[in-house]
């Protein structure tokens, strides 16, 4: 579901939401449905530091884009990464140093989530993101 | 008798509900007499303490002072001169980890224990690794009690230190502390209990207790945040010397050397927390004032009907079952990671906190990530609990 879905379409289902109910429902059923990481993925390499949760990243680099794979052991941070990848995944590195990801989430009004006070790994993770792309060849 | 009407912060909504305050174990609400007394307190008696022959200064230095004395009376010291201004817990055990350095030899041991906090850990491995001790951690049994057969077997002739907790903050396991700090004067050992817990769920008789330290945080006792208190026996705290130099600490002063004041004086260097001490002051006259065994007897029924609630709720499981419990208590969902569940409550206006509460060697020893804490306090009621309950249920059904 969410691999298909692009920003406008995640955008438009989120403004149906009137409640915080069906908000966090789909959030944590977008993050059932992502593939994630096997768990010989889930290394300290791998890990994201400063998280209450733990969060994974790995990626992969062609001439498509940067592909990114990322993991929680929470449910609804895992429904962020699928926010998150639906808005990065397979974008060349120029894009995705362009991305305004903070302001996706404030449209989505999940910019909480993105905020230094969660301690979610989520800002973590959008960092390491940027990191990358900056490091990618050009 | 109810008290929440002296809390004006209850009255307000949390994500457009009511809020329903169950984080008392990291910081309790201020009552109107504390946030009064600070308000009062830089509008009409802002002085520095202790120097100035001015009528401010003397107002501010009797709040200051009249603090010590109730302070004392709290917790049942001998003496006013025991009773040290620090900024809470943490800053305390900081103290005394610096100042006991000396009696500290290579080789021997620090019990603490697989309940603490950070704060009565880390400061204990610094001092560890200067002065080249071993920590040692009294285990914890099945239901989160002490496991009283291990403290007796790591409290021994080479015991330095014992420094435990009086309350758990993770699961609420109220320890046996005098007994534990009995065995350690057996041997010789000093004795630091961490009070951060216990102040509004016990009574604290640092007497009875016989330990050598004593340290609470002033804001889990409705007092404002950066004030707490060091208990400390009188004989050893002049007897240490001194961990931050400079003005109110001193007795003479040469350019290259300084002798300095007894206790509380020797370990309170510099311009104090006056606000704080009014506040905690205030917050203890506020308690004084309360009938406190009838709130903490109405605060441990309160527990039990949510301890009975969640055990109906599939999937739920208690983290720590000890025999005697204060204030906390920490559970998790079967499939939520307690950082789901801790958003979802808090979607629903409950403030419970989620996370290792600072709590890493224990829920490393228990085997989980963390856990969901709900933490009770004397304004709490049938409904806040309530309200966990339903708030609980609703949050499982997403996972
Ligand atoms: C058992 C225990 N010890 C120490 C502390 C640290 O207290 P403070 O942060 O006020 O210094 C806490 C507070 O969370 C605690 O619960």
Redesign the pocket.
């Known amino acids: 579901m969410a691999q298909s879905m692009t920003v406008d379409e995640l955008l438009e289902t989120f403004s149906f939401f009137d409640d915080w109910e069906d908000k966090y429902r789909f959030i944590i059923d977008l993050g059932k449905d992502l593939g994630g990481l096997p768990e010989s993925d889930k290394i300290d390499d791998n890990l994201i530091r400063g998280c209450q949760s733990q969060v994974w990243l790995t990626h992969t680099s062609d001439a498509d884009g940067l592909t990114f794979s990322m993991d929680s052991d929470a449910h609804i941070v895992r429904g962020l990464i699928a926010v998150v990848l639906v808005i990065v995944d397979g974008r060349q590195a120029s894009e995705i140093k362009r991305l305004d990801i903070e302001n996706v989430f404030e449209q989505l009004d999940l910019l909480a989530h993105l905020s230094v006070t969660r301690g979610n790994g989520l800002r973590a993770m959008v960092a390491r993101i940027k990191e990358v792309a900056a490091q990618a060849p050009p | 008798m109810n008290i929440r009407d002296d809390f004006p912060i209850l009255q307000r909504t949390s994500r457009s509900k009511p809020l329903v305050y169950l984080d008392n174990?990291?910081?309790t609400q201020k009552p109107q007499k504390v946030i009064d007394t600070i308000d009062r307190y830089y509008r009409r008696h802002n002085a520095n303490v202790h120097r100035a022959a001015h009528e401010l200064a003397e107002e501010a230095t009797a709040l200051l002072e009249e603090c010590r004395t109730k302070a004392q009376a709290f917790m049942n010291a001998a003496h006013r001169e025991s009773v040290i201004f620090t900024?809470?817990?943490?800053?305390?055990?900081n103290l005394v980890a610096q100042v006991i350095e000396g009696n500290i030899k290579a080789g021997q041991e620090i019990v603490i224990s697989q309940l603490?906090?950070?704060?009565?850990i880390v400061p204990w491995q610094l001092l560890a690794q200067r002065t080249g001790a071993k920590i040692k951690a009294i285990d914890i049994d099945e239901n989160g009690d002490l496991d009283l057969e291990s403290a007796s077997s790591l409290i021994n002739e080479n015991t330095a230190l014992l420094a435990i907790?009086?309350?758990?903050?993770g699961l609420g396991a109220v320890n046996p502390v005098a007994n534990l700090v009995e065995q350690a004067k057996q041997v010789g050992a000093l004795t630091l209990v961490?009070g951060?817990?216990a102040v509004l769920h016990a009574r604290i008789d640092v007497q009875a207790m016989d330990c050598d330290f004593y340290?609470f945080?002033g804001?889990?006792m409705f007092a404002p945040?950066g004030i707490?208190i060091l208990y400390g026996r009188l004989e050893l705290l002049n007897a240490l010397p001194p961990w931050q130099g400079g003005g109110e600490m001193i007795d003479q002063v040469s350019i290259q050397a300084s002798t300095y004041q007894p206790a509380p004086f020797r370990f309170e260097a510099g311009t104090p927390n006056i606000a704080g001490c009014a506040g905690l002051g205030a917050a203890i006259d506020y308690i004084n004032g309360l009938p406190m065994d009838e709130l903490i007897q109405k605060e441990e029924q309160l527990v039990n009907r949510a301890l009975f609630g969640l055990k109906q709720i599939p999937g739920l499981r208690l983290i720590g079952e000890p025999n005697k419990r204060a204030s906390v208590i920490s559970f998790l969902l079967d499939n939520g990671h307690p950082n789901d569940v801790g958003t979802l409550l808090d979607q629903q206006g409950i403030a419970v906190r989620s996370g290792h509460?600072?709590n890493m060697p224990l829920m490393t020893r228990l085997g989980i990530p963390g856990t969901v804490r709900a933490s009770f306090s004397l304004y709490n009621n049938e409904d806040d609990v309530d309200a966990l309950l339903t708030g609980v249920e609703k949050a499982a059904t997403f996972l």
């Open positions: 174990g990291a910081t900024r809470g817990t943490t800053e305390g055990i603490e906090h950070h704060s009565n907790t009086h309350i758990s903050n961490d951060a817990q340290v945080s804001h889990k945040t707490g509460h600072c």
